[in-house]
């Protein structure tokens, strides 16, 4: 390094920006960004990660950092070399190779901002560094205490097996939410082509989900207002209607940009997320604060459930997990009994909601949502408790019972 240029770092404040690249196709997806911020693009130099780590070992870090893993033999090993070097509070944005689950949440977890797979472009560049310009933001406003109830709260609901009605669970739950409850409640169905949370609204789901997933660039606060259907006051679903001629491919780091912004909109997110897109994006279980399993006492569902635990242990550790029967039909009507199913899952149920057809086809032919055409039923009522769970609102599931205002000391 020149005199001139020890001067001039000196002179000059923390610099804005530099990326250490390996190729020039990650280059050429680079220089626009750094065009629509006015950054130099002599910013942008060869030699991925060990350059930045070589380089940064005598130099102030920037505030944003881009580097090219693709030719580290050891990702993580060259990463924590970088943390050595790089000054707190540098935003660092990792592009390599591999397509790995495990890789993207080890360094996530390590401090990395965001790991895109080559090839990147230009959008997915722009998007991380505003995503990690508003992080830099938020993290340098002062801390204000929250109540409990302010705070935003994902909940996704997962079938274990087709058919089990987690739909209706999901849809139903966001109802009470909203309406019973009065909280800001969004609804996302991820079920691209098939989803029916709209549809139990009589609502159109329109293309609004699509459109966020191509181009996550363009997701922000009035993008999610647009997309989103409006049932009420409080509840907004983002569902679609994708056409079964056009294949789609859903970048993980979209849907993750999409539920943090929809975390920003709402105090509570009910996530119908089919078992499919569970197993292929485990990211979204892993955005997840409580992750609902609707299953049935089938022999197939007992074994997936026993999967599924695994997954949610392993993408999800700091998430609260619960098991969910649905349409548990009478003695000798099942498969499996309720207490080998618990005995083979290792966990005890947590609520169980019983198999009532009849009333399924009645609400049905209301036109009305679960919770609104069968406010007494015994489904409902197991519903409301899942709710009041899901809010902390104990106080109110103490109320619907007589048996804790004849005895309310008796199980203490």
């Known amino acids: 390094m020149s005199i001139a240029s020890l001067l001039k770092s000196e002179e000059t404040a923390v610099s804005e920006f530099e990326a250490y690249v390996c190729d020039d196709q990650t280059t ?9 911020r006015e950054w130099h693009t002599s910013n942008i130099k060869n030699g991925g990660i060990e350059n930045a780590i070589r380089t940064l070992a005598t130099a102030t870090s920037p505030r944003f950092l ?19 070097v790089c000054e707190p509070g540098t935003m660092v944005i990792a592009i390599g190779q591999e397509n790995d689950i495990e890789l993207y949440r080890n360094l ?49 609901v997962v079938g274990i097996r087709g058919g089990v009605g987690a739909s209706t669970v999901a849809s139903s739950c966001a109802w009470i939410l909203s309406h019973d409850m009065k909280r800001n409640t969004g ?46 006051e409080n509840l907004s679903i983002l569902g ?3 056409s079964l001629n056009e294949p789609t491919y859903t970048d993980p780091a979209a849907m993750s940009h999409l539920l943090s912004e929809l975390k920003h909109n709402f105090s509570y997110i009910v996530l119908d997320l089919p078992r499919n897109m569970a197993a292929e994006y485990p990211l979204m279980l892993s955005e997840a604060d409580e992750i609902i ?8 569902a007992a074994r997936d459930t026993i ?17 969910l029967l649905n349409k548990v039909a009478g003695p000798g009507m099942v498969e499996v009994d309720k207490k080998d199913f618990e005995a ?64 309310p000391k008796a199980k203490k």
Do not use: H
């Open 307 to 323: 999967r599924f635990l695994a997954l949610c242990k392993t993408v999800a550790p700091s998430a609260t997990i619960k098991i």
């Open 240 to 242: 679609a209607e994708a």
């Open 66 to 84: 881009v580097v090219d893993l693709s030719k580290s033999s050891s990702a993580m090993d060259d990463m924590n070399a970088l943390a050595e």
């Open 28 to 36: 050429q997806a680079l220089v626009p960004v750094l065009n629509e």
């Open 187 to 232: 609804l996302l169905d991820m079920d691209i082509y098939f989803g029916t949370d709209a549809l139990t609204f009589d609502l159109e789901p329109g293309r609004g989900l699509c459109d966020a997933l191509e181009n996550p660039s363009r997701i922000d606060g009035l993008f999610i207002e647009r997309a989103m259907v409006r049932e009420s």
């Open 293 to 300: 399993l609707v299953t049935d006492l089938s022999l197939a």
């Open 108 to 156: 996530i977890g390590s401090g990395v901002q965001e790991y895109l797979v080559k090839p990147v472009t230009t959008d997915q560049i722009r998007e991380s560094i505003l995503a990690a310009d508003n992080a830099m933001r938020l993290a340098s406003e002062p801390e204000v205490e929250l109540n409990e109830d302010e705070t935003d709260k994902l909940v996704a």
């Open 344 to 407: 083979s899952i290792e966990r005890a149920i947590d609520w169980e909601i019983p198999f009532d057809p009849k009333l399924m086809v009645q609400v049905s032919r209301s036109g009305k949502p679960l919770p609104q055409a069968a406010k007494m039923s015994k489904v409902v009522k197991v519903l409301k408790s899942i709710c009041d769970d899901v809010t902390g609102n104990k106080e109110d599931t103490a109320k619907g019972s007589i048996w804790s205002k004849l005895a």
